[in-house]
């Protein structure tokens, strides 16, 4: 049997100094990647539970990922004002690690729903890219370009909405005519301008959308082929395949969405404003759908705040490392701390909806 294996870690209440009367019990581990683990914990100064992400300073330093890391946060903390994208409650670090302490959202990962369903009926993804594009369409709002959305970067909460999470690659500073360049994403969802590595524009969100619009319905990615160079060539120039089954309304969007040229796609006129009036969200009050007014199609019927049903049991059946279960021992002194000032970040209650 395994032996449970408890995280302590003591988190920042003022912006100037560490305190250490607030304790945090680690429950399971959630996620984990070499870059970090995500860690189901409760508070005991609220007695809530939280997912803690945890990183590593010296690999963020290795890979010189300082900026992303901070762009991150700074990201998390605008993200406060929207229902469909998860919530920062504190940031905090230590001589080796970084902290953020965010909702725990314990409906599943979308990635988890469609293993285990295949596909989904029109009507539940009509319900899901709404939510999605809201949440996209807002950071585009703060031009903000997401860069990685995918199903295991889109969550449900306990009511079956959806939450979405890790802003990682995000861009900040993108106007509405701006572009980047960074060739980065997952290699499903690549847009065709990122794989020619040319300047690209906001609507690169908008082909993922397409991509997990396509996967909702399709049960794969667009082009998607085991053979990444195979379904590179689909993405830049193989005609976009479209099964007999399917509404007209719906196949029009992914056409839309999923257009090479992002001069020509949808959204690349008037953004988040094009996606809504597509004739396949018209079933759809925005406003609604905005304050959760609209009844999610599936509820994932968790059974409390520390349900670990819809948690891939790939994860929580495992012990939590050693390397993020340790007592921290401050020194902020520490030349990686003077790297990473302004990330620790205390939420206040108007802080949120």
Known sequence: ERQQTLLVFVSHFSASAVSTDHISVLCA?????????????????????????????????????QKNIMAERNVLLKSLKHPFLVGLHYSFQTPDKLYFVLDYVNGGELFFHLQRERCFSEPRARFYAAEVASAIGYLHSLNIVYRDLKPENILLDSQGHVVLTDFGLCKEGVEPEGTTSTFCGTPEYLAPEVLRKEPYDRTVDWWCL???????????????????????????????????????????????????????????????????????????NWDDLYHKRITPPYNPNVKGPADTQHIDPEFTREMVPSSVSRTPEFNTGTSSNNTFNGFSFVATEDSFL
Do not use: W
């Open 29 to 65: 581990l959630l996620n984990e990647c070499p870059e970090c683990s995500v860690l189901l914990a409760k508070l005991k100064a609220d007695n809530k539970f939280y997912a803690v992400k945890v990183l590593q300073k010296k690999i963020i330093l290795k890979r010189k990922e």
């Open 210 to 284: 397409g991509a997990v619009l396509y996967e909702m319905i399709y049960s794969l990615p667009p082009f998607y082929s085991r053979d990444v160079g195979e379904m590179y060539d689909g993405i830049l120039h193989k005609p976009l395949p479209l099964p007999p089954g399917k509404s007209e309304a719906i196949c029009s969007l992914l056409v839309g969405l999923l257009q090479k040229d992002q001069h020509r796609r949808l959204g690349a006129i008037a953004d988040f404003l094009e996606i809504k009036n597509h004739t396949f969200f018209s079933p759809i």
